[in-house]
């Protein structure tokens, strides 16, 4: 209930909350009338949510420093900073081992400024300099105290310093608008201004970048070669937007430095929109000629090797990518353009040239998963056109080593088979060991008062809250992903958790089985709605371990997801093709909201993957494919084959996320029925140590 209201927020949502504080009381009345506090400070609801909060520190003070910080940031949009004032004065002091030991004496400076007590609100701001010095609130603080007691070059440099160090957050706006009113945005020079719309392109907010760059160029008191790098800095957000035109893009100046070589590159870009293969190849020429050093020649080849490959025409792509690996080979790009040479020149049957680099590949790609394919794809050669078995087989165990859940490991773990190899040797594989994995521990500290708070926060439904509460235990290290993960699944946030422990745990397609506990595994691959997804399974004759892992892959088990494609829930289903499949089941009156009910979004998803698989012949590759990008594509990659294998299939997949997709699910079935095996061994090894 606590969840549901700080998301919906609705009078149900308080209803239900409101009754379960007023039936408890001790720690879950506190954390009910924390979670409604939280809601209404929220919805600015201001003199209720200080009740709440009020009510929440009356039922028990573990929760304490929550109830108080949070209703004096109430107090303080109401502008009573007189009470707001009276919860922060000595905070540090009462709570000395709150998460909000540094938002709280920023809150008390800015109480403090309110009241016209700039002089006090610095001397709070100083009891952390040293641990919140170089953080935006810290610094938006301090300027603002810094002008208050008529310090104006130092606020003017606090807020330009913060404005141009953390350009993308929020404070940096306040910053800026501060800078503004006192007439001293001009102080920003137009190397700073340019740092800024370099940023906002840098994070994808194109809108803001064109703004900024097109202010710039239209700057008269900025001389003309700058002015001109700004419009075409401009007209490259503007092909970011899509509103970029070959007039607007022809009529930038053609200077020879950087702005001449991205005028290039962006006509290139045109070109190839407007599949305008003649001057497109004439644009990489022109770039080739007269900027060869260039970043944006790098970005036209691969692009055009993009553009060539994704029409099959091989030969083309080839060339491109090659003169990218060849003449940047510590470019962003440069592995991924000499993997892709060496794969299409496989995919032409060019055996010799395809060795070449893909032995470059093992021993320079600083990438895992190219490094993965490169080996794999070696070993393949070494097997059908060296005809020399050891070889391959040293591949393979390289790959099954070094990268244990990868899709080549679990290819690789087939050709031995084929081979009759057995997968590990005693020999030692250079280079190839698996990662490192860290201590980790599937048991808590008993007496940790952290982690007691952390629960208790999740019962409020303040998630946020959940890593950082944690994270101030000293011994966090070894425990507190799995915690932090089991917490957010207590709730049935299974999504959350595996969310949290994949992102503590980036190693952990590398890792054996063995080296990290099984609890980490069962939320990093869950099995939630296990007995539905069992039952649809075997009525529509799938495997569970094929659904969960496809579930697994399209929403991390989040029944509530929507798409940016119109896509709902568990199995992503579009709401036409669900209500297609509604009438099949024989389900009346069926509505779209349906496809967010977990038992129904796996009765129709597991309808779908059964037809889809009839219609590709059972061939699993095919379906996930499919399923992913539609039937009428996979149709047309399999008329690019042959294909010797359907390694060779997915490999040859053009979409980078699709082949990605139909790669993971595959991963994803294998471990778990490696998790599931593993769990059956240790119960039985458990028996047996009665």
């Known amino acids: 209930m606590a969840a549901q209201l700080q998301t919906m927020r609705t009078p149900a949502a308080y209803g239900g909350v409101t009754s379960y504080a007023q039936h408890h009381t001790g720690d879950a009345a506190a954390a009910a009338y924390?979670?409604?506090?939280?809601?209404?400070?929220?919805?600015?609801?201001?003199?209720?949510?200080?009740?709440?909060?009020?009510?929440?520190?009356?039922?028990?003070?573990?929760?304490?420093?929550?109830?108080?910080?949070?209703?004096?940031?109430?107090?303080?949009?109401?502008?009573?900073?007189?009470?707001?004032?009276?919860?922060l004065k000595g905070f540090n002091e009462r709570y000395s081992d709150s998460i909000f030991e540094i938002e709280a004496p920023e809150l008390e400076a800015n109480v403090l400024l309110a009241q016209g007590n700039p002089t006090a609100a610095q001397r709070a701001l100083l009891t952390i300099a040293d641990e919140a010095k170089d953080k935006p609130n810290y610094e938006l603080t301090a300027a603002k105290i810094a002008y208050a007691i008529q310090q104006n070059d130092e606020a003017l440099r606090l807020f330009k310093h913060l404005l141009l160090s953390h350009p993308l957050s929020p404070e940096a706006e306040v910053a800026r608008a501060r800078l503004t009113a006192m007439g001293a945005e001009s102080s920003l020079t137009p190397a700073e201004l340019r740092s800024l719309a370099d940023a906002y392109y840098n994070a994808g907010r194109y809108q803001l970048a064109s703004e900024q760059y097109h202010a710039l160029a239209r700057n008269t008191q900025i001389d003309s070669n700058t002015r001109d790098g700004f419009a075409v800095a401009a007209a490259g957000s503007d092909l970011k937007l899509k509103r970029l035109t070959d007039a607007q893009a022809r009529a930038l100046p053609d200077t020879n430095d950087d702005n001449g070589a991205r005028r290039l590159y962006l006509l290139m870009e045109l070109a190839r929109n407007a599949q305008n293969d003649g001057e497109q190849q004439q644009l990489v020429s022109q770039l080739e000629a007269r900027f060869?050093?260039?970043?944006?020649?790098?970005?036209?080849?691969?692009?055009?090797?993009?553009?060539?490959?994704?029409?099959?025409?091989?030969?083309?792509?080839?060339?491109?990518?090659?003169?990218?690996a060849t003449h940047f080979p510590s470019g962003h790009n440069s592995a991924a353009a000499h993997w892709r040479a060496g794969w299409l020149l496989y995919?032409?049957?060019?055996?010799?040239?395809?060795?070449?680099?893909?032995?470059?590949?093992?021993?320079?790609?600083?990438?895992?998963?190219?490094?993965?394919?490169?080996?794999?794809?070696?070993?393949?050669?070494?097997?059908?056109?060296?005809?020399?078995?050891?070889?391959?087989?040293?591949?393979?165990?390289?790959?099954?080593?070094?990268?244990?859940?990868?899709?080549?490991?679990?290819?690789?773990?087939?050709?031995?088979?084929v081979l009759g190899q057995p997968e590990l040797v005693s020999q030692h594989l250079d280079g190839y060991q698996p990662q490192p994995v860290p201590h980790l521990v599937d048991t808590f500290p008993a007496d940790s008062p952290h982690i007691a708070k952390a629960r208790l926060i999740a019962n409020a439904g303040l998630n946020e809250y959940i890593a950082q509460e944690l994270a101030a235990d000293p011994d966090y290290e070894s425990w507190g992903a799995l915690a932090e993960a089991q917490i957010y699944a207590s709730f049935g946030e299974t999504y959350r958790a595996m969310r949290s422990l994949k992102k503590a745990l980036p190693y952990y397609t590398s890792a054996p089985l063995k080296s990290i506990p099984l609890a980490y595994w069962r939320i990093l691959f869950p099995e939630a709605w296990w007995d539905t997804i069992k039952t649809e399974s075997a009525k529509n004759g799938l495997d569970p371990y094929l659904v969960a892992s496809l579930i697994r892959q399209e929403s991390e088990f989040n029944p509530s997801v929507i798409s940016y494609a119109n896509a709902y829930g568990l199995?992503?289903?579009?709401?036409?093709?669900?209500?297609?499949?509604?009438?099949?089941?024989?389900?009346?009156?069926?509505?779209?909201?349906?496809?967010?009910?977990?038992?129904?979004?796996?009765?129709?998803?597991?309808?779908?993957?059964?037809q889809t698989l009839d219609h590709f012949g059972g061939v699993q590759e095919y379906a996930l494919a499919a399923y992913n990008a539609g039937d009428s594509r996979v149709v047309d990659w399999q008329?690019?084959?042959?294909?010797?294998?359907?390694?060779?299939?997915?490999?040859?997949?053009?979409?980078?996320?699709?082949?990605?997709?139909?790669?993971?699910?595959?991963?994803?079935?294998?471990?778990?029925?490696?998790?599931?095996?593993?769990?059956?061994?240790?119960?039985?090894?458990?028996?047996?140590?009665?």
Request: glycine fraction near 6%; proline fraction near 4%; charged fraction near 25%.
């Open 292 to 324: 060869p050093q260039s970043q944006w020649l790098a970005e036209a080849l691969f692009s055009s090797g993009n553009m060539y490959m994704l029409r099959r025409d091989y030969p083309q792509a080839v060339t491109y990518y090659s003169y990218l």
């Open 34 to 87: 924390l979670a409604l506090g939280r809601a209404y400070q929220q919805d600015k609801r201001y003199p209720d949510a200080i009740s709440a909060l009020q009510q929440a520190k009356k039922h028990s003070d573990v929760l304490g420093d929550y109830a108080d910080f949070l209703a004096a940031e109430c107090y303080h949009a109401q502008e009573n900073e007189t009470a707001a004032e009276a919860l």
């Open 571 to 610: 199995m992503q289903i579009e709401p036409s093709v669900g209500k297609s499949l509604a009438k099949q089941e024989g389900i009346s009156g069926f509505q779209t909201y349906q496809l967010l009910n977990p038992d129904v979004n796996i009765r129709l998803g597991t309808r779908y993957l059964r």
């Open 347 to 417: 995919r032409q049957g060019n055996f010799t040239e395809a060795a070449r680099i893909f032995d470059e590949q093992i021993k320079l790609s600083p990438d895992d998963t190219l490094r993965a394919a490169a080996l794999y794809w070696r070993g393949r050669l070494y097997e059908l056109q060296e005809k020399k078995p050891a070889l391959a087989a040293a591949n393979y165990r390289a790959v099954v080593s070094r990268y244990q859940h990868y899709f080549y490991a679990q290819m690789s773990r087939e050709r031995l088979k």
């Open 639 to 690: 008329a690019a084959g042959p294909y010797r294998g359907m390694d060779e299939f997915v490999e040859s997949i053009p979409f980078t996320q699709t082949r990605d997709y139909v790669q993971a699910i595959l991963r994803n079935e294998e471990i778990y029925r490696g998790i599931d095996a593993a769990t059956g061994a240790q119960a039985k090894a458990g028996i047996a140590s009665r």
